[in-house]
């Protein structure tokens, strides 16, 4: 009784060489390679606009409406943070 719980360890031993020759010799689904097909294109097409655009921050301060949203999201933001910092940190405290 103390070995029979390692008998399925010593199965999975058998077993892994067969099921890696399988899965290496089996071939792709047609919808798999396409998806592979159309992600490199796309990393293709993202690679070259990327090469266009200059750094993210310059075209965030550069557009005022960009400005007013990241100004916006500050001052939604630290109102949040810090009204959590104040009810569960430091108020249990003091």
């Known amino acids: 009784d103390e070995w029979a719980w390692r008998v399925p360890f010593l199965l999975t031993l058998v077993l892994a060489p067969l099921l890696y020759t399988v899965v290496r010799n089996a071939e792709e689904s047609k919808y798999w390679s396409e998806a592979s097909e159309q992600k490199e294109a796309e990393k293709v097409i993202r690679e070259e606009s990327e090469e266009a655009q200059g750094p993210?921050?310059?075209?965030?301060?550069?557009?005022?409406?960009?400005?007013?949203?990241l100004l916006g999201m500050i001052g939604v933001l630290c109102p949040l943070s810090s009204s959590y910092y104040l009810i569960f940190l430091w108020s249990?405290?003091?």
């Open 56 to 69: 993210a921050i310059l075209d965030l301060v550069s557009s005022p409406f960009r400005r007013r949203q």
């Open 92 to 94: 249990p405290v003091y």
